[in-house]
């Protein structure tokens, strides 16, 4: 869900090949392919500007057509818990409450540790963008999962040091958004420095960075307040179908816009409180953001960094998909018992076994696939080179057994 990704695209980058070396036929899915969106050919511009689309219920009041950063979303409220404090040796003060917020002092205190994410989505010739929060000096970086969903190759430019780097993907949890990166060669690099989200009350204000619209360059600051804490969402894919639920997110009055997500809420004393991950409109004055008529939702930094520190210690699980991603090569839709394959690539590992366009998947190793969601998630548990046994419904009805060995694929 990038900022760019996850809706009508565009693409700049050079036709993508494939990993034998032949170039991708142009995108011509109305399906997503397993793991990863697909769309309908790009249109002319270079780049894309889908935002989330949002509908916001808070305590009765509805906050109609509003966008985020690249998913459909509903919105309720809910009273669920915050996770605990966790850093990555970085120590802060709680926030003092109501404590006047200085923009330009703060954001010159955070911008160095942000760096403007940007990824080659391979399979549908495109582009995406968005933001990152370096941990470590050595090129550990925070980032939501969507924005590198999708991605065949990955940089990150340090707003620090100026200096763009290749980024591997250490690992993700696509039910909680949140993806670890691991930046090459670096070394140095100026850290973010972690506050307390439990510390953060209605009211507080805060300061959203990030690389608004995918520009590049320095951050632009979109300061703002609490507006209300523990907030649910219910993220549906556009392009996709599936849906994720994030769980006690904070809600902030300011204009956290298209390719913020992943980027800094910080607060009045420079640290960083939440992971910018969805947001309303809002517009853009003298080149800074207003936060009048903006909303904005992020994941605390407690739950985030709690997650990325499993991630850095290759704790894998139900949710947390260590290392490379798996990949069968097909694309699906939501089909009756299971994922009804609806295109496959040519060459991959789904067509060299057998599977054709309207076979159903129900099951991978015994495991039930009852639509499309279950399936990516499945397939999260896996890894390059797994030999995998489907179950398989074919169109007539009959049910067979089909062996595929996994291939390495775009990030989950």
Known sequence: MSEYDRGPQGGYYDQPRDQWGQPYPPPQYTQPMYGYPAYEPPPPPPRR?????????????????????????????????????????????????RTVLDVDAVSAKV??????????????????????????????????????????????????????????????????????????????????????????????????????????????PAPGTVAALDQ??????????????????????????????????????????????????GYQLNGRRSGAGGQGFAIPINKAVDIAHRIVAGTASDKIHIGKTAFIGVSVSDGQGGARIRQVVPRGPGQRAGLAA???????????????????????????????TLTVVDASGGQRQVQVKAIEGPVG
Do not use: C, W
């Open 232 to 281: 649910s969402i219910t993220a549906s894919d556009e392009s996709t179908g599936s849906s994720e639920q994030l769980t006690g997110v904070i809600q902030v009055r300011a204009d956290i816009q298209s390719g913020d997500s992943g980027g800094p809420l910080v607060n009045a004393d420079a640290q960083v409180i939440g992971v910018n991950t969805a947001a309303s409109t």
């Open 49 to 97: 500007h889908p935002l989330r689309a949002l509908t916001v219920t808070v305590v009765a009041i509805a906050l109609a057509v509003v966008a985020g950063l690249g998913i459909g979303h509903l919105i309720s409220a809910s009273n669920s818990p915050v996770a605990g404090n966790q850093n990555f040796g970085f120590s802060g003060q709680p926030q003092t409450a």
């Open 111 to 220: 911008n160095p540790a942000i760096v403007n994410i940007t990824s080659q989505l391979g399979l549908q010739g495109a582009a995406a963008a968005g933001t990152g929060i370096v941990l470590t000096a050595d090129g550990e970086v925070l980032t939501n999962n969507h924005v590198v969903a999708g991605a065949t190759s990955i940089k990150a430019t340090s707003i620090g040091t100026g200096r763009t780097y290749r980024a591997e993907v250490v690992g993700y949890d696509r039910s909680e958004d949140v993806a670890v990166l691991r930046l090459e060669g670096a070394s140095g690099l100026p850290t973010a420095v972690i506050g307390d989200s439990s510390a953060v009350q209605v009211g507080d204000q805060i300061l959203g960075l990030g690389n608004a619209g995918g520009r590049g360059g320095d951050p632009v």
């Open 358 to 388: 309207g076979d159903v998947i129900t099951a991978i190793d015994g495991r039930a696939t009852g639509s499309a969601t279950a399936l990516t998630a499945v397939m999260d548990t896996h890894h390059p080179g797994d030999e995998l």
